[in-house]
């Protein structure tokens, strides 16, 4: 792994301190120049009452991972990005093992972005689809 990867990587974990991703165990574990990845066990901590992955911690993981390859990919140090919109799909579940959200840009705007996020399982199953646009505010 090349060192610019590495400290981007680092940098991303480094965000997720004290926050919701830490909560969620979810640890950011590869990125390309369209693509950034990151990895979530599935464990009772995230499953609904059925005992099946929560499908709002499915969202989550995606919205933070597509939020922080906004902010990479912008390449800016004075702004902030929120996810504006959120859509997704759950097409299989999944109890146990991990989770692996694939965000890639499809539009990278100063403004706003739109990310497609797959969601997939250690056999590369589609679980979830998501779609997620970002806004850039200026700090």
């Excluded at 400290?7 to 590869?30: G, Q, V």
């Excluded at 911690?57 to 597509?66: D, K, R, Y």
């Excluded at 919109?85 to 097409?91: C, G, K, L, P, R």
Aim: charged share 25%.
């Amino acid at each position: 792994m090349d060192k610019e990867k590495e400290e981007l990587l680092k940098k991303c974990d480094l965000m997720c301190k004290n926050t919701l991703m830490e909560t969620l165990d979810i640890k950011f574990i590869d990125i390309t120049n369209d693509t950034v990845v990151a990895q979530m066990p599935v464990t009772s901590k995230v499953h609904q009452p059925d005992g099946v992955l929560h499908g709002g911690a499915s969202v989550a993981l995606a919205e933070s991972v597509g939020s922080a390859g906004a902010h990479i990919f912008l390449n800016e140090k004075k702004v902030a990005i929120r996810g504006i919109e959120i859509s997704a799909n759950h097409v299989k579940s999944i109890s146990s093992g991990y989770v692996y959200a694939h965000a890639t840009i499809v539009h990278k705007g100063r403004t706003t972005q739109l990310w497609q996020i797959k969601i997939l399982d250690e056999d590369e199953n589609l679980i979830s689809l998501v779609k997620l646009t970002t806004l850039t505010l200026r700090k």
